[in-house]
Each structure stands twice: as structure tokens, then as C-alpha cells.
């Protein structure tokens, strides 16, 4: 069974970093999976905030102008999304997500708040 598990989220004041992880199980092989994370914030759609292919290519969301960064360590089955100079809108739920061919898999979520 494929399990996708976030964390590091939690409540930063505004200008603060934090560093979400999610680490993924149950899947023979990590590195073929494009990796994503995503957010929802409340009333709001959820949406890409940054991915990160198979071969290490990445894209983030223009919105966010730079200050999110995502990377991978496939040794270790884990994708992170470093996000720094963090803003009160910035606060949702942050979702991992793992795609492959015919295959889609979400994280349960972890909050992140950011306080003004």
C-alpha cells in the first residue's frame, strides 16, 4: 500500500521558513514518480504550488516569485519543499503528491499557518 506522508508543517510568524518533508512508502521504485506539492487554503481550490519530475527538473507556481524551493532524495524516498519569507497567505493545508503512469497518490496534508 502506498503511503505519502507530510510534515513539518506548524504556525511561523510571517517572514519565518519552513521545511516540509514527505516521505513515501510502499513503492518499489521512488525515482520514477514526478513529485508535487500542492495547497488548499480555506473556501480556496487547491492548487500547485511546485513540482519536481523524475530526472530533476523543477517548476513552482509564478506566484510565489522564488521563495519556495522544492528537491528530492530518492535514497531516501523523500520530497521537500523549503519555503522562506513566508506570508499570511501562504497559510493552507500543504499536500504531497507522487504521479506516475496510471498511478496518482495523495499525502494526508499538514497545516501551515503564518501569522501577521
Known amino acids: 500500500q502506498v503511503q505519502l506522508v507530510e510534515s513539518g508543517g506548524g504556525l511561523v510568524q510571517a517572514g519565518g521558513s519552513l521545511r516540509l518533508s514527505c516521505v513515501v512508502s510502499?513503492?518499489?521504485?521512488?525515482?520514477?514518480?514526478?513529485m508535487g506539492w500542492y495547497r488548499q487554503a480555506p473556501g480556496k481550490q487547491r492548487e500547485l504550488v511546485a513540482q519536481?519530475?523524475?530526472?530533476?527538473?523543477?517548476n513552482d507556481a509564478a506566484s510565489l516569485k522564488g521563495r519556495f524551493t522544492i528537491s528530492r532524495d530518492n535514497a531516501k524516498n523523500t520530497v521537500y519543499l523549503q519555503m522562506n519569507s513566508l506570508k499570511p497567505e501562504d497559510t493552507a493545508v500543504y499536500y504531497c503528491?507522487?504521479?506516475?503512469?496510471?498511478?496518482?497518490?495523495w499525502g494526508q496534508g499538514t497545516q501551515v499557518t503564518v501569522s501577521s
Open positions: 519536481i519530475t523524475r530526472d530533476g527538473s523543477t
Open positions: 503528491n507522487a504521479h506516475a503512469v496510471s498511478r496518482n497518490y
Open positions: 510502499g513503492v518499489i521504485i521512488f525515482s520514477i514518480y514526478d
